[in-house]
């Protein structure tokens, strides 16, 4: 039934938001300005954990990968997000929506994984401490790394092509500002049951395994804390892991807000700026949450300040 692409549709067509036109003006400036804030934080974030030599640690390494996934993933949505909305809907090539839907799912779940990864750092810094620089080297580091992209690249690949064999045709209207699973499957005019059903096996690895791993890797971190007898090493543990609490309770509020709940009583609405906080909000709360919570960033921004204004006077003296 579906051994080939036979989809009939060469363009898609994406609303965006449909408004009046000084509201979408006040949308896409406060849009556009999130949008290089994000790009600002994250690349912030990237420099100081490549530069400064006291966060060279595994913590710090993984958290630059996180602000390139940041970056990736509002780049992937955003400038085409603000062109639809300065033109009051845009068209775009069928390809060209199918290549955001992957990069999206590539971005969305490696987030995941990475946060996972995180977890498992700050459990073995705050459980096993005095094993976590034999265990968390470089090299396990990298391989970390390498394989949660591999595994996201692989899985989402395998999901698309699945999309791509599906039959198209009908109206090439998606009332959305990009091109996400549900309406994508609004367009297939064949049986989504075979989609649908992969999207669920899929979630296993990409989003459940992965929440059940950090959901007993912080109960672990909580009750080593607990046994902690000052209250001053009690706060100075917890500090070491508030900030990754805190973007794992934002990023798995929000998806699961969007794609875990009932969408029946959701209106159009409703479902649009869900999608905005994971994937415009979450990004540029990501460094901002790190950069305030955290005094080992603190202290590197300081440096750097300190470092870019040496420079500035010994280029006026000159």
């Not at 060469?10 to 949308?27: K, S």
């Not at 085409?80 to 068209?91: R, V």
């Not at 580091?141 to 009908?170: N, Y």
């Not at 096996?201 to 950090?214: A, D, E, N, R, S």
Request: overall charge neutral; proline content about 3%.
């Amino acid at each position: 039934m579906y051994g080939g692409n036979i989809t009939t549709i060469a363009e898609i067509f994406l609303l965006g938001f449909q408004n009046h036109h000084d509201v979408n003006v006040l949308i896409f400036f406060m849009l556009l300005v999130m949008y290089s804030l994000t790009i600002c934080g994250n690349f912030l974030i990237i420099i100081l954990v490549s530069f400064s030599k006291n966060l060279h640690s595994p913590m710090y390494y993984f958290l630059s990968q996180l602000a390139m996934t940041d970056v990736m993933l509002t780049t992937n949505i955003s400038p085409n997000m603000l062109y639809i909305i300065s033109n009051q809907g845009a068209a775009m090539s069928f390809e060209g929506c199918i290549a955001q839907f992957y990069f999206f799912g590539v971005t969305e779940s490696s987030e995941c994984l990475l946060l996972t990864v995180m977890s498992y750092d700050r459990y073995l810094a705050i459980c096993n401490p005095l094993l976590y620089s034999s265990i968390m080297h470089h090299m396990l580091c990298l391989k970390l790394i390498l394989i949660s992209w591999l595994i996201c690249f692989s899985v989402i690949l395998i999901h698309t092509i699945t999309i791509c064999k599906m039959e198209f045709c009908g109206l090439n209207v998606i009332d959305h500002f990009f091109c996400d699973l549900t309406p994508l499957l609004d367009l297939i005019c064949s049986d989504t049951s075979l989609v649908r059903i992969e999207v669920t096996i899929l979630c296993i690895p990409l989003l459940i395994l992965p929440l059940i791993f950090v959901t007993v890797s912080y109960v672990c971190i909580v009750h080593a804390i607990l046994r902690i007898q000052s209250n001053t090493g009690r706060k100075k543990a917890f500090s070491t892991c508030s900030s990754h609490l805190c973007v794992v309770s934002i990023y798995y509020g929000t998806l699961f807000s969007i794609y875990a709940l009932p969408s029946g009583g959701q209106s159009l609405t409703v479902s649009k700026i869900l999608s905005l906080l994971y994937t415009v909000v979450t990004p540029l709360l990501n460094p901002i949450i790190y950069s305030l919570r955290n005094k080992d960033i603190k202290k590197a921004m300081g440096k750097m300040n300190k470092m870019n204004n040496s420079h500035a006077i010994s280029n006026k003296s000159i």
